[in-house]
């Protein structure tokens, strides 16, 4: 499977953006997905992963309760909607596919990446 990842851009403080992840060639529904992303000097931090099926989700906590991760199996799209937005969010975001119907929060654990977007949220 290969992921392209879209939706990044600038935005104020407390505006809201929505990422999205098309994922193509082998079909997603088999795999779990995340977004991580990586501010500057920063390592990738997890941010939100879904299963398969029926979508169990799981957030880092600096996201829970402004980030609502989806995911679209007949369009094979994944979403993040980021709400709330504050400037610590500001960084390239990563969607990423595990071959597991069980999500991982470990980087190390994702053997597809897609080519990340870039979301600037100012003060």
């Known amino acids: 499977v290969q992921l392209q990842a879209s939706g990044g851009g600038l935005v104020q403080a407390g505006g809201s953006l929505r990422l999205s992840c098309i994922a193509s060639?082998?079909?997603?529904?088999?795999?779990?997905l995340a977004w991580f992303r990586q501010a500057p000097g920063k390592e990738r931090e997890f941010v939100a992963a879904?299963?398969?099926?029926?979508?169990?989700?799981y957030y880092g906590d600096s996201v829970k309760g402004r980030f609502t991760i989806s995911r679209d199996n007949v369009k094979n799209t994944l979403y993040l909607q980021m709400d709330n937005l504050k400037p610590e969010d500001t960084a390239v975001y990563y969607c990423?596919?595990?071959?597991?119907?069980?999500?991982?929060?470990?980087?190390?654990?994702?053997?597809?990446w897609g080519q990340g977007t870039l979301v600037t949220v100012s003060s």
């Open positions: 990423a596919a595990r071959q597991s119907q069980y999500p991982s929060t470990q980087r190390t654990e994702y053997d597809v």
């Open positions: 060639g082998r079909s997603s529904s088999s795999y779990s």
């Open positions: 879904i299963s398969w099926s029926p979508g169990t989700t």
